[in-house]
């Protein structure tokens, strides 16, 4: 294929995934169609089928996109400088701040989390397993032993989710994100 073809293929693949995301904002997995997204995306139908089966690849291409947009954040912050803690406290308070963005005044939110999650859960499980990794390294080079680093890394993911999922005034989500990984680590 030449060059030209695959760069052109490529926008036109961004394009839809750009289009299919405020799509699935906008209207919910059930309320899209693959002609809104068609239409959204200003390709013709049969066009968009040749790049997608049907809307459930398309919203899994999506989320891959988005996982792998979310490493790249929350491997920033990890990397930055600063103790262990203030480390993976900054990269779940980047995961958490980049999810509340993109879900920020979508009506939908529940369901596209709700059934949109068994689509998704592949590509949301890599990004969890990348950063398991990434943390437990962090925390056997801070000479923890291996298992130790394995125990705390889960206590630490199981409490942080479970934080960013219950809590209601996400004012005090900083300062409890950054409490929780001090008494886990401490």
């Known amino acids: 294929m030449p060059a030209t073809t695959s760069k052109k293929t490529a926008e036109r693949t961004q394009r839809i995934l750009d289009a299919a995301q405020q799509q699935f904002l906008e209207t919910g997995l059930r309320g899209t169609t693959m002609e809104t ?44 400088g600063g103790s ?41 499980a890599s990004l969890e397993a990348w950063l398991y990794e990434a943390i437990e390294t962090l925390l056997v080079e801070d000479g923890l032993e291996p298992d130790d680093a394995a125990r705390r890394t889960s206590l630490l993911v199981a409490c942080l989710s479970g934080l960013y999922k219950f809590t209601t005034r996400r004012e005090y989500l900083a300062g409890d994100v950054a409490f929780v990984t001090r008494q886990l680590l401490a």
Do not use: C, Q
């Not at 089928?49 to 954040?73: C, G, N, Q, S």
């Open 37 to 80: 997204l068609a239409r959204r995306a200003r390709v013709a139908k049969p066009t968009l089928y040749a790049y997608f089966p049907d809307k459930e690849a398309v919203f899994t291409a999506v989320i891959a996109r988005l996982m792998e947009h979310w490493k790249t954040i929350v491997g920033a912050a990890l990397a930055a």
């Open 84 to 124: 262990s803690e203030e480390r993976i406290a900054r990269a779940f308070l980047a995961k958490f701040a980049a999810a509340d963005d993109l879900i920020a005044g979508s009506p939908h939110t529940d369901e596209l989390m709700r059934e949109g999650a068994s689509l998704a859960t592949r590509n949301a």
